[in-house]
C-alpha cells in the first residue's frame, strides 16, 4: 500500500483533538530527548538560534499558503 493513501485512510477516523495530542506528544518528546541524552542536546544547542527561525518559516509557508491563497 502506498504511504499517502496508508495515511489518507486513517486520517479520516481522526478526531479534531488528535492532532494537537501529536504535536503535544513530539514536543514533550523533544524536551525529554534534550534534558536526558547528553549527545542529543549538544547536537540541538550546537545550532544558532536563526537556523531555527529558518526552518520554521520554511515549514509554515505550505499552511500560509493554503490559509490565505487557495
Known amino acids: 500500500m502506498n504511504c499517502i ?12 483533538y488528535d492532532i494537537p495530542l501529536l504535536k503535544l506528544t513530539v514536543f514533550f518528546a523533544t524536551l525529554f ?19 531555527y527561525l529558518v526552518l520554521a518559516v520554511i515549514c509554515v509557508i505550505p499552511l500560509f499558503k493554503k490559509m490565505f491563497f487557495d
Request: hydrophobic share 55%; aromatic share 32%; net charge positive.
Open 5 to 16: 493513501k496508508f495515511i489518507e485512510k486513517y486520517v479520516k477516523k481522526l478526531k479534531w
Open 33 to 51: 530527548l534534550v534534558t536526558a541524552w547528553a549527545g542529543f542536546r549538544n547536537f540541538v544547542l550546537g545550532f544558532e538560534w536563526y537556523w
